[in-house]
């Protein structure tokens, strides 16, 4: 693979995060240097910025509660955006319509296969979007439902029936799905659970 490619609009950086998964760092508690977790803005329509407060909260309660050095700022961060490739971390969220460019695409498929994590939080309304889009990121990977056994149920804290539902969205249980390259867990995708609400309700409880 190319190290640098033409997207239409900007460049593709020669750039490999560092193999030892630093997309699930915070499942792993090993801090291999300071985190910062960004928020992926999408086009299409829904409300990318919903829930401003989840990850500062979220990100102060990794500094407590582990020995991972997070910055507690959240940034954002478009597909397109120069600094993509500063953040191995990406998080998502929102209700409604997901759609990338294809510019876009060719550049979520690149930051993925250089060792980079997106974390997708349905907090309603996104999942039809979510899924088609992905398919054109990643058309040979399938977006897999997790098993309980996989480790990411099993860090910090222990999940042994998966996840928790923190929003009650319609019936049905709580769901985790994954898409693998090259055997790493390079996606995270939460189905009717709305986890990052519970991140958010923190500073109200």
Request: hydrophobic share 40%; aromatic share 12%.
């Amino acid at each position: 693979m190319s190290g640098r490619a033409e997207t239409g609009a900007a460049e593709i950086p020669e750039v490999t995060f560092p193999r030892a998964g630093l997309g699930l760092v915070v499942f792993f508690g090993t801090a291999l240097a300071q985190l910062q977790i960004a928020r992926l803005k999408y086009s299409g329509g829904g409300d990318w910025y919903n829930d401003p407060d989840a990850i500062p909260n979220l990100c102060r309660e990794i500094q407590r509660r582990t020995n991972i050095v997070v910055a507690t700022d959240e940034a954002r961060v478009g597909l397109e955006d120069e600094k993509l490739f500063n953040y191995p971390f990406l998080f998502m969220t929102g209700h409604g319509n997901v759609s990338f460019s294809d510019a876009e695409v060719v550049r979520l498929r690149r930051f993925l296969e250089a060792g980079g994590f997106l974390y997708a939080d349905d907090d309603y309304g996104m999942d039809e979007s979510f899924r088609r889009e992905m398919r054109r990121v990643l058309p040979q990977s399938e977006l897999v439902e997790l098993p309980f056994e996989h480790p990411i149920y099993h860090q910090v804290y222990d999940f042994p029936t998966g996840l928790p539902k923190i929003h009650e969205h319609e019936e049905g249980p709580p769901r985790g799905y994954g898409i693998f390259v090259g055997g790493r867990l390079a996606v995270f995708y939460t189905f009717n659970t709305n986890i990052s609400d519970g991140w958010t309700a923190v500073t109200r409880d």
